[in-house]
């Protein structure tokens, strides 16, 4: 049972949350039918490293990430070696982390949760000092999900129809790039890929299992290099995830590592990061933080981590 002391960061500007209008007395008041105590800090106006300042300055054991995954991504990573516990309320478009620790999507059910949930630890990886819980991306995916920018928050035919296009026009235009990857036991290798993604430990193989992770708590890093992405291996792959036999697909190499440095002939990339578009320096020097961050989750979670 968890302390029933929380600071909550709202991001009301988050997917889930401005569509439904979600606010900080609409957030309150499930706190206070739970019984639980919440300090919610909503203003948006502020910057967030300040407002997660304040959260960690406060005297509550637990802070909760409202809001997205940047949101989540954000809060956890001034959480990762302190005291203090992450809850998430899943208010983002994705909710990656969410799904994966079985947290409800519901904010109802999500708060509600938190009244009997479990500390359980999980890894984070670790790129350049930053950390990160999903995965980080390279290549042409990271343009494609620059795309998807244009038409967030717009939900009309024509925006997704000319995402779709974008999309596919890109496929067929992209080129692979250069990369050095070094592992942790020290092989060296230059492989031209057309995207290569590190993960947080390693996501299922299972029907309708796409990017879900069902450990979190391995202690491994997951090294995933795709190869070439045509029309056809995008179609080939996205049926593989839907069926359920995907990891072997030809076009894609994967391996397991503890530390893993990825260098390019370009100085700065752009990457996809914990699903948001962001530039780095290279060389990406990634390593995994076992069991170094502390969620709330419900009971049904830390029981399926025993049994796995």
């Known amino acids: 049972m968890t302390d029933n002391s929380y600071f909550v960061i709202l991001n009301a500007n988050a997917g889930t949350a401005h569509a439904t209008g979600v606010t900080a007395e609409s957030v309150g008041a499930l706190f206070e039918a739970n019984g639980l105590k919440a300090t919610i800090e909503a203003n948006n106006d502020r910057d967030l490293d300040e ?98 920018e244009h038409i967030r928050g717009r939900q009309t035919l024509s925006a997704k129809i000319g995402f779709m296009r974008y999309f596919f026009r890109r496929l067929t235009r992209a080129r692979r790039i250069a990369v050095a990857i070094e592992t942790s036991q020290g092989e060296r290798r230059v492989e031209r890929v057309q995207a290569i993604a590190v993960a947080s430990n390693a996501y299922d193989e299972g029907p309708g299992q796409i990017f879900a992770r069902h450990g979190l708590d391995r202690g491994t890093l997951t090294l995933y290099v795709l190869r070439h992405l045509t029309v056809i291996d995008f179609f080939r792959l996205t049926t593989g995830m839907l069926l359920g036999h995907w990891r072997s697909d030809e076009a894609l190499w994967i391996e397991s590592v503890k530390a893993v440095t990825i260098d390019a002939h370009k100085s700065m990339l752009n990457v996809m990061f914990d699903g948001e578009v962001e530039t780095f320096q290279t060389p990406f020097n990634f390593s995994i933080r076992p069991r170094a961050l502390s969620v709330i989750v419900p009971a049904v979670t830390v029981e399926q981590a025993a049994v796995a």
């Open 51 to 148: 407002r997660i300042k304040d959260a960690m300055a406060s005297d509550a054991q637990t802070i909760v990430a409202a809001g997205g995954d940047g949101t989540i991504t954000a809060v956890a990573a001034a959480l990762v070696g302190s005291e203090k516990s992450l809850a998430i309320l899943p208010l983002g478009t994705v909710n990656a982390l969410a799904k994966d620790l079985n947290i409800p999507l519901d904010l109802a059910e999500a708060v509600a949760a938190l009244a009997t949930g479990r500390s359980h630890w999980i890894d984070v990886g670790e790129v350049n000092g930053r950390v990160f819980l999903h995965k980080v991306v390279v290549g042409l995916i990271p343009e494609l999900a620059a795309g998807r």
